[in-house]
């Protein structure tokens, strides 16, 4: 039987957003907190070579005495691990309108929670979801005894996580709904992808947001809490302090040079980066042409203005 060593009442928190929004930045700063872990995306590598990835702390991923201990710290749990392959993905199978059944929201609290309510009465979901789960809290529990944190954060944007860690785990579970500027989301999309169009990336980031709007019915107000890149980046230690708080941690320390804390970070390329300044990144207004820029705003302004953004 697959067990769970030494398990109290923990924190997660999970960052849903969309790609090349900050959340690795931000798994950065709240792992500097003493109480605060994050080893950034916990779904893994996913289509990376594991023999050639390496570890935000400089050391091929496999050379990594962080995730090497991870190994023996799971085995004690009863599972496998490898870095090759996570395995905590909450993919769980089944006919489509299963998968959006437990993905999507209608729009309406009340509905959501007699969702969730049958999901968990119905035997062979229960054994589902419970199955991953328990793979899920055994590796959160090894990185918070391996660090010897109590608050874990995860920045996936796999958005089932956090609803089945409430439904089925002793968590306090909380979300961070972190928010960039369509257009510089999109530019960052064009330069990575360059197969997608514009106008798609536009209408991909109103359907996530849209979606992510819903995302908090299952939780109390004050388990959630909405950041926006761009406050993140000019007021660094505002914004810190209210994360700190929001995650129920000493909201007055300080951090140091947030890169000089040892890392463990798997994710976007930008965890490899020199870089100890934080530095807002507005290089959309170049990179987009004024016909892109008013391209993205007809699709995703009206939306985008709701969090504060303007043309």
Not at 22 to 45: K, W, Y
Not at 77 to 82: E, K, N, P, Q, Y
Not at 118 to 145: M, W, Y
Not at 290 to 300: D, N
């Amino acid at each position: 039987m697959n067990m769970v060593r030494g398990e109290s009442r923990r924190t997660f928190v999970g960052v849903e957003t969309s790609a090349f929004s900050g959340a690795t930045l931000l798994s950065f700063l709240l792992n500097a907190h003493p109480r605060i872990a994050s080893i950034g995306e916990m779904n893994g590598l996913l289509r990376k070579n594991p023999e050639e990835y390496v570890c935000s702390c400089g050391n091929l991923i496999r050379q990594c005495e962080f995730w090497q201990a991870m190994r023996g710290e799971m085995a004690q749990c009863g599972f496998d691990f490898d870095v090759a392959n996570f395995a905590t993905k909450f993919h769980l199978g089944g006919p489509r309108w299963i998968q959006r059944l437990r993905a999507d929201s209608f729009h309406n609290r009340l509905l959501n929670a007699l969702r969730d309510a049958a999901l968990k009465s119905l035997p062979g979901e229960r054994r589902r979801f419970e199955k991953l789960v328990a793979r899920n809290k055994a590796f959160i529990e090894s990185v918070l005894r391996l660090t010897g944190k109590d608050v874990f954060v995860d920045t996936s944007k796999d958005r089932m996580r956090a609803r089945a860690l409430k439904m089925f785990s002793p968590y306090d579970v909380r979300a961070i709904h972190l928010i960039r500027d369509p257009r510089g989301v999109v530019a960052s999309r064009l330069q990575r992808h360059g197969e997608i169009s514009g106008r798609r990336a536009a209408y991909e980031w109103v359907w996530l947001h849209k979606k992510l709007q819903d995302f908090p019915s299952f939780l109390a107000p004050a388990r959630y809490m909405q950041v926006r890149y761009e406050d993140l980046c000019s007021e660094p230690r505002a914004m810190l302090h209210k994360l700190y708080r929001f995650c129920d941690v000493d909201p007055d320390f300080e951090p140091p040079d947030f890169k000089s804390t040892t890392h463990h970070i798997v994710g976007n390329p930008m965890r490899l980066n020199g870089i100890s300044v934080i530095k807002l990144d507005e290089s959309w207004r170049n990179k987009l042409t004024p016909e892109q820029q008013k391209q993205v705003w007809e699709i995703a302004g009206d939306f985008a203005t709701k969090y504060g953004y303007s043309w």
